[in-house]
């Protein structure tokens, strides 16, 4: 899920139902356990309305971003959906 908001554009939950595959319950739990695991997130208003507005990576901590995106076609492979 951190690749794809740090790769998609202006990523939110619809762009990343859309990306995945996944219902939305699921995208919403993926993102705000991912700050449980060191991943941090801020959610970007985007002002028209209080959800409108879209993700940011801000630091991927214990992970290696760079590691990451050299096996994202794998990853996203993995879990079902094309990067």
């Known amino acids: 899920m951190a690749l794809l908001v740090e790769n998609l554009e202006r990523p939110n939950v619809p762009k990343l139902i859309e990306k995945t595959g996944w219902p939305r319950r699921t995208i919403q739990d993926v993102l705000k356990a991912l700050p449980g695991i060191g991943i941090e997130l801020m959610f970007v208003q985007d002002g028209r309305r209080h959800n409108d507005g879209y993700y940011q990576l801000?630091?991927?901590?214990p992970f290696d971003s760079q590691w990451v995106m050299e096996r994202e076609k794998d990853i996203a492979s993995s879990l079902g959906f094309r990067a």
């Open 58 to 61: 801000s630091d991927w901590g």
